[in-house]
């Protein structure tokens, strides 16, 4: 396994586009949560799941966002009609109740 | 609410100096600590933790100890090495969150030989 994988690595949009991002987190793990980075900040909770199930959202997700995890394994985090303000990185993480292993992230860019 | 603070940075060292980065936390109950490092172009990864009070956690050369009365969580390296240079992370989990990090502002540290 070679750990928590995110796709893609850059992203630029035009305000107003939907954009999907994916995550495979490490396979044995039945928790997996995503993070947004502002530049100069730390990561910001958006929200987890336990297996297939969306078990907390932040407030910082509004309803343009949502995500998924059918099948208990990868997730996809969606943004409808993107704003400027959505330009961050996206960090993917995922457990086994123990140690958060993240993935590189996707920096998401809205022109 | 709970909540991480760090020392803003940048930090400059030069090879060989001591290095300490300040972490306050505000939180109900107990919260587990944790410091996370991201060097350049990487994913964040897990430096050190320590889950109670008077608990020191250590790795790589970095120690940091849970310091309950003062609400503390300092990361301190003895002799740093330009290979530290990255952007170090404070974070807390606490109990019946499911393990969701709140993390601090982050300090990024340089080092210079």
């Known amino acids: 396994d070679t750990g928590v994988s995110q796709d893609p690595r850059h992203k630029i949009t035009k305000r107003g586009q939907n954009v999907t991002f994916r995550c495979d987190p490490i396979s044995e793990h039945n928790r997996l949560y995503w993070y947004r980075q502002t530049l100069g900040q730390g990561p910001e909770f958006l929200t987890y799941f336990q297996n297939e199930a969306q078990l907390e959202k932040s407030r910082l997700l509004s309803d343009r966002f949502s995500a998924e995890r059918p099948k208990g394994s990868f997730s996809t985090l969606e943004i409808q009609r993107t704003e400027q303000g959505d330009s961050a990185m996206y960090l993917c993480?995922?457990?086994?109740?123990?140690?958060?292993?993240f993935g590189q992230g996707t920096r998401l860019t809205v022109v | 609410g709970n909540s991480v603070t760090q020392m803003e940075g940048p930090v400059t060292l030069s090879e060989e100096a001591f290095l300490t980065i300040n972490c306050t936390y505000t939180a109900t109950g107990y919260p587990s600590l944790f410091w996370y490092v991201q060097y350049p172009g990487e994913g964040l990864q897990l430096l050190l933790k320590a889950t109670k009070a008077d608990d020191k956690g250590s790795n790589k050369g970095f120690e940091a100890t849970y310091r309950k009365e003062t609400t503390s969580f300092h990361l301190e390296k003895g002799s740093v090495q330009v290979s530290d240079s990255a952007v170090y992370f404070c974070a807390l989990t606490w109990t019946g969150t499911a393990s969701k990090l709140t993390f601090g502002t982050g300090t990024r540290l340089q080092v210079t030989l």
């Open positions: 993480a995922s457990s086994d109740r123990g140690e958060a292993f």
